[in-house]
C-alpha cells in the first residue's frame, strides 16, 4: 500500500509555473522511486498532457472523459516516457467540443466531489498525485482542492504575485470553512528568480511572515531551457546534467517535499497546528 498523497498547484494568477512544477516535482519524485500519477485538470490549455504525452487525438480519452462518461481514471491513465510517473491527461476536444470544464460541471449537482470520488478507489496505487490546475478558481479547481490533502502554490517574487497568492489564500479559507474539508499548506515555491535579486528575498520574507514560514527553501531560477522542453516532451532531467541548476531546483524541491511530509530519514512532518486562517493575514510592507 502506499501514501496516495494529494496536491493540488494552485494560483489563479497565469504563468506562475504551476504546470512546470507538477510536471518536475513529479518527475523528480519517480526519479527518488515514487509511483506518482499526474493529473491534468487545465482543460483549456493542456499543457500538462502536451508536455508529457502529446496533445489527444480525438478518440482519446482523458479526464473529462473519466468525469463525464466511464466514472473511473482506470481507462485514461496513461504511462510516461518515465519509469513511476503516470498521467491523467485532458481531452482538447471532447466529443468534438471544446468546452471549458467549469461550464461542463456548472450543471451537475454534487459536481465539486468528483475528482475526490474518482481518486478514492486508485489513491493507495500512487505514493503521490498531483493534480496541474488552469489559472481561474472555478469548480474544476474546487474538485481538485477538495480532493487533495495539500495545496502548494507557486508564485513569481513581485508584488502583484503576493497579491494573488493572498486572494488563493483566501478561496482556500472560505473552501475549508464552507465544506468543512481540511488541507494544509505544503509551501509556496518562488518561481521565475533572477539570481539573488533583493525582491525575491524581500518576497520571501512577507510571505514567510504570512503563512507561517512556509516558503520552499528551493525557488526555481528563471532559465530559458525550460522553454524547450514542451515541445519535445522532455523534462530538464532528460537534457540536463546534475549540476544545472534547472536541474538541481527541482531536486532539491522534491527533497524539502519528502522532509516536510515526513518521509525522509532526517525528516520532521510539517505543523498541522497553524490556527491562524489565511484571510486573516495580509500582504503588505512590500517597498
Ligand atoms: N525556470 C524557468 N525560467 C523561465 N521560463 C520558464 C521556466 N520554467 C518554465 N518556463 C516557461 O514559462 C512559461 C509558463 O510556465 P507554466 O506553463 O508552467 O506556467 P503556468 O502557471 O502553468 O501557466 P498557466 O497559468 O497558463 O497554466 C512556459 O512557457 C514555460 O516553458
Ligand atoms: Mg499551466
Request: hydrophobic share 40%; glycine share 8%; net charge neutral.
Given at each position: 500500500?502506499?501514501?496516495?498523497?494529494?496536491?493540488?498547484?494552485?494560483?489563479?494568477?497565469?504563468?506562475?509555473?504551476?504546470?512546470?512544477?507538477?510536471?518536475?516535482?513529479?518527475?523528480?519524485?519517480?526519479?527518488?522511486?515514487?509511483?506518482?500519477?499526474?493529473i491534468d485538470l487545465?482543460v483549456?490549455?493542456a499543457?500538462?498532457t502536451?508536455?508529457?504525452?502529446?496533445?489527444?487525438?480525438?478518440?482519446?480519452r482523458g479526464v473529462l472523459h473519466a468525469f463525464?462518461?466511464?466514472?473511473?481514471l482506470?481507462?485514461v491513465?496513461?504511462?510516461?516516457?518515465?519509469?513511476?510517473?503516470?498521467?491523467v491527461p485532458s481531452e482538447?476536444?471532447y466529443?468534438?467540443?471544446?468546452?471549458?470544464l467549469?461550464?461542463?460541471?456548472?450543471?451537475?449537482?454534487?459536481?465539486?466531489?468528483?475528482l475526490?470520488?474518482l481518486?478514492?478507489?486508485?489513491?493507495?496505487?500512487?505514493?503521490?498525485?498531483?493534480?496541474?490546475?488552469?489559472?481561474?478558481?472555478?469548480?474544476a479547481?474546487?474538485?481538485?482542492?477538495?480532493?487533495?490533502?495539500?495545496?502548494?502554490?507557486?508564485?513569481?517574487?513581485?508584488?502583484?504575485?503576493?497579491?494573488?497568492?493572498?486572494?488563493?489564500?483566501?478561496?482556500?479559507?472560505?473552501?475549508?470553512?464552507?465544506?468543512?474539508?481540511?488541507?494544509?499548506?505544503?509551501?509556496?515555491?518562488?518561481?521565475?528568480?533572477?539570481?539573488?535579486?533583493?525582491?525575491?528575498?524581500?518576497?520571501?520574507?512577507?510571505?514567510?511572515?504570512?503563512?507561517?514560514?512556509?516558503?520552499?527553501?528551493?525557488?526555481?531560477?528563471?532559465?530559458?531551457?525550460?522553454?524547450?522542453?514542451?515541445?519535445?516532451?522532455?523534462?530538464?532531467?532528460?537534457?540536463?546534467?546534475?549540476?544545472?541548476?534547472?536541474?538541481?531546483?527541482?531536486?532539491?524541491?522534491?527533497?524539502?517535499?519528502?522532509?516536510?511530509?515526513?518521509?525522509?530519514?532526517?525528516?520532521?512532518?510539517?505543523?498541522?497546528?497553524?490556527?491562524?486562517?489565511?484571510?486573516?493575514?495580509?500582504?503588505?510592507?512590500?517597498?
Amino acid at each position: 500500500m502506499k501514501t496516495g498523497k494529494v496536491i493540488s498547484v494552485i494560483n489563479q494568477k497565469g504563468g506562475v509555473l504551476k504546470t512546470t512544477t507538477v510536471l518536475h516535482l513529479g518527475s523528480a519524485l519517480a526519479r527518488m522511486g515514487k509511483k506518482v500519477l499526474l493529473i491534468d485538470l487545465d482543460v483549456s490549455q493542456a499543457n500538462l498532457t502536451i508536455s508529457t504525452i502529446g496533445q489527444l487525438d480525438e478518440e482519446g480519452r482523458g479526464v473529462l472523459h473519466a468525469f463525464f462518461k466511464d466514472n473511473s481514471l482506470n481507462q485514461v491513465t496513461y504511462p510516461t516516457s518515465q519509469e513511476n510517473l503516470f498521467i491523467v491527461p485532458s481531452e482538447i476536444k471532447y466529443k468534438g467540443m471544446t468546452i471549458p470544464l467549469d461550464v461542463a460541471l456548472s450543471s451537475q449537482a454534487g459536481s465539486d466531489h468528483i475528482l475526490k470520488k474518482l481518486l478514492k478507489p486508485v489513491m493507495e496505487e500512487y505514493d503521490f498525485i498531483l493534480i496541474d490546475n488552469g489559472p481561474t478558481l472555478g469548480i474544476a479547481t474546487l474538485n481538485s482542492l477538495i480532493a487533495s490533502d495539500y495545496f502548494m502554490i507557486p508564485t513569481l517574487a513581485d508584488y502583484l504575485s503576493l497579491v494573488g497568492v493572498q486572494k488563493t489564500m483566501e478561496t482556500i479559507d472560505q473552501i475549508r470553512e464552507n465544506l468543512d474539508h481540511e488541507i494544509e499548506n505544503l509551501g509556496l515555491v518562488l518561481t521565475m528568480i533572477d539570481g539573488r535579486e533583493s525582491i525575491a528575498k524581500d518576497s520571501e520574507k512577507i510571505l514567510n511572515s504570512a503563512f507561517g514560514g512556509k516558503v520552499f527553501k528551493s525557488c526555481i531560477q528563471r532559465n530559458s531551457k525550460f522553454k524547450e522542453l514542451a515541445q519535445n516532451q522532455k523534462t530538464i532531467f532528460d537534457v540536463t546534467k546534475n549540476s544545472d541548476k534547472g536541474n538541481k531546483n527541482f531536486r532539491d524541491l522534491a527533497e524539502e517535499v519528502l522532509e516536510r511530509l515526513g518521509m525522509n530519514t532526517q525528516a520532521k512532518p510539517i505543523s498541522k497546528t497553524n490556527k491562524k486562517t489565511n484571510s486573516e493575514v495580509s500582504i503588505g510592507g512590500m517597498q
